[in-house]
């Protein structure tokens, strides 16, 4: 569903060139052909119909915390989940959330309600529906960890999946284009909720001291290399292998770097910061100087784990 020009008569909530740099916590990038709130699962279920028949491109935005929009703006047919597919229902111990709804908010919720296992979500500023379809995780803990199962919407309607459907690794699952997560369960363990907001607290402590706050951000912007990939073969320097992102980009010297009004944030390397009216082509070059550097020191290719919205591409 690609490369068509929308019809003149759209449906009553689809709008026209909507700027999106405001939707992303970096704040770059240009505006979407065709925009659109969607409040339950049958408005979605019927968007993707209307957007299949006429051959339009659909993506989907959540919190924009771990986005880079395309400075040429994104074609075809952007969502943004809300309402009933943002709201949060707890049953015992097991919590049905909209993918829309924000991981911070579920995890603080269920603190409250004395369900412990999504701690972690309090330092991930992303949307459930994002955070299912990159296995978004922090502090040892990970969404394939607790979920049950997903709702995906296409335009043939609605599909219920296991997580074991999902094939869920590091940051990643097999959820493709044009498919949508409408609503997830996660299964979580009761606990005192002393206790869960104790771990809630000394988790946000972490982050501030450790990552940039307050400022035009988004989330990590390279994967960890785990057994760290390099051109053509394994890492065979096991301290290079054990080092984190962040830490690799600060040995290269990364830290601080700027490009344009992009840079390596002071604080903690693997976070661009926009210092101003960086453009997405801006955190781009610096990603691509970032990699360059790591790759020629260290022989390990970092992978981004920032997610793309329309036309950008990495130059490598």
């Known amino acids: 569903m690609s490369g068509a020009s929308p019809p003149l008569d759209l449906p009553k909530s689809v709008k026209r060139d909507v700027a999106l740099a405001r939707y992303s916590t970096v ?23 209307w957007a299949q028949e006429h051959s339009i491109a659909v993506s989907v935005l959540g ?62 500023p992303g949307t459930v529906g994002g955070a299912v379809r990159m296995n978004a995780g922090a502090y040892g803990g990970a969404l394939a960890q607790i979920l049950e199962w997903v709702d995906v919407a296409t335009a043939a309607g609605v599909d219920r999946r296991n997580v074991g459907d999902l094939a869920m690794g590091y940051r990643n699952s097999n959820l493709g284009t044009g498919e949508i997560v409408a609503e997830v369960s996660f299964a979580l363990t009761p606990a005192s909720p002393e206790r869960i907001k104790a771990t809630i607290a000394e988790m946000r402590a972490s982050r501030r001291q450790a990552q940039p706050g307050g400022i035009k951000t ?65 955190v781009v070059a610096l990603m691509a100087e970032g990699r360059r550097r790591v790759l020629e020191r260290f022989g390990i290719a970092l992978e981004p784990e920032v997610q793309l919205l329309g036309p950008v591409h990495f130059p490598w």
């Open 27 to 49: 704040k770059s990038g240009g505006a979407a052909q065709l925009f659109a709130r969607v409040g339950d699962t049958q408005q979605l279920v019927a968007l993707l119909v």
């Open 63 to 124: 919190s924009g915390s771990n986005l880079l929009i395309a400075d040429e703006g994104v074609e075809g047919l952007v969502l943004k989940l809300d309402r009933e597919l943002a709201r949060v229902q707890i049953d015992d111990s097991h919590v049905v959330c909209g993918a829309g709804a924000r991981l911070p908010a579920v995890a603080a919720r269920t603190a409250r309600e004395g369900l412990s296992g999504i701690e972690f979500g309090v330092n991930i």
């Open 218 to 282: 988004f989330g990590s912007t390279f994967k960890n290399p785990g057994q760290a990939a390099v051109e053509g073969e394994a890492n065979d320097d096991p301290e290079n292998a054990a080092q984190t992102a962040g830490q690799l980009l600060d040995r290269a010297g990364c830290r601080g770097l700027q490009i344009g009004g992009a840079r390596f944030s002071p604080q903690h390397s693997n976070f661009v910061e926009n210092t101003g009216e960086a453009t997405t082509a801006d």
